[in-house]
């Protein structure tokens, strides 16, 4: 059976299905990564989102349990130019890690030529069909019709539902989880105490855990979302009482407690080699991103410290007992410059 995938703008793109059979609907993004494929399909801010790769070949050296960021796949479908079906290591190939997930792929698409279309139009809204259930232009009219995914509260689909501990040794760091990886959470936990806490977590939730530190993590969706203005509300009240550290999502609540603003990016930053420069050290890093929101202005006193060379977005920001960075330093997988970030983290809740 033959599949496709509908654009909204009316394009029809067909393939061949692996994965689950089904029909699902998303928000068409890429990430231009030549690995960390199952990291990427587990990531919690990939939620709503089809995920297509830029490099010719994804599954290469198949699947693995070890390899997750969060308890399965997040991702709606997943698109290819080609999964590889003998891969040289781990338990599963893609194909069969995407059944037992319950995801559907496809694979022969031209995901170059859908990257610049992408590129040029903007993030577009799609419907992938493995199942037969649909023809592709109905799928072009219901991803037409669809709402964005962003629309709605997705951080309040991806967050634990209960606080949970990890690390046995240094300060305490409480740690809100809007879709976080698990890499930050072990990143963190090597040195410090953390509690991960509930995407709505108040004041009083956050002392009961008699933080150092209070960390927000990455997470999907638009942070100006109207179920997000009390956790901007909660941020601005934990700023007056304890430092305060962000990534990704947690970069851009930090900038709206601090009373900036946030836009949705034409087509977003995804991938493992985003070129970003530090502002005080003069140097740059190569880093791991997934982010379709960044920050606008910035009030008085609140500084830029590091900036996306491609784009010149705000790729990080310090204020008084705060900072926070767009992009990923626990980087897993990916490049590894970034990481040090982490012990600026352990010394700023020691302090």
Same mark, same amino acid.
């Given at each position: ?37 199952? +990291?990427?399909?587990?990531? $919690?801010?990939? %939620?709503? *989102?089809? !995920? ?6 994804? #599954?290469?050296? &198949? ?18 130019? +080609?999964?590889?079906?003998? $891969?040289?290591? %781990?338990? *599963?190939? !893609? ?6 997930? #319950?995801?559907? &792929? ?246």
């Amino acid at each position: 059976m033959q599949g496709w995938l509908a654009l909204e703008d009316g394009t029809i793109a067909r393939g061949r299905p692996f994965g689950a059979a089904g029909t699902v609907d998303g928000e068409l993004v890429f990430n231009t990564a030549m690995t960390g494929y199952q +990291e990427a399909l587990t990531d $919690p801010s990939y %939620a709503g *989102q089809l !995920l297509m790769f830029t490099f010719p070949q994804i #599954g290469n050296y &198949g699947c693995h349990p070890d390899w997750m960021e969060s308890s399965g796949a997040q991702v709606r479908g997943c698109i290819v130019r +080609e999964y590889c079906r003998e $891969p040289h290591q %781990a338990q *599963q190939t !893609l194909d069969e890690w995407l059944r037992s997930e #319950g995801i559907p &792929g496809l694979e022969g698409i031209d995901t170059r030529t859908l990257t610049v279309q992408t590129r040029e139009a903007g993030t577009l809204r799609a419907v992938l069909c493995t199942d037969g259930s649909l023809l592709p232009e109905e799928g072009v009219a219901r991803a037409a019709a669809m709402a964005w995914p962003s629309d709605s509260n997705l951080v309040a689909g991806v967050s634990t539902p209960k606080k949970y501990s990890r690390g046995r040794k240094g300060p305490r760091i409480t740690l809100f989880d809007w879709g976080v990886k698990q890499s930050i959470v072990e990143n963190l936990a090597r040195d410090c105490r953390v509690t991960v806490v509930p995407w709505d977590t108040d004041v009083a939730g956050l002392e009961k855990t008699k933080p150092d530190l209070i960390f927000m993590s990455n997470g999907p969706g638009d942070p100006a979302h109207p179920e997000m203005a009390p956790v901007v509300t909660t941020v601005q009240q934990a700023l007056d009482r304890w430092p305060v550290v962000g990534i990704c999502l947690g970069h851009q609540i930090l900038g709206l407690a601090l009373g900036g603003s946030t836009y949705k990016l034409r087509f977003g930053h995804r991938g493992t080699n985003q070129p970003v420069y530090d502002t005080a050290a003069d140097r740059v890093f190569i880093t791991s991103q997934n982010h379709g929101f960044a920050l606008g202005e910035m009030p008085d006193g609140i500084s830029q410290v590091f900036t996306n060379l491609n784009d010149r977005t705000c790729e990080g920001i310090r204020g008084p007992r705060c900072w926070s960075v767009q992009f990923h330093p626990e980087a897993s997988p990916g490049p590894l410059d970034a990481n040090v970030l982490f012990e600026q983290v352990r010394e700023m809740a020691n302090e």
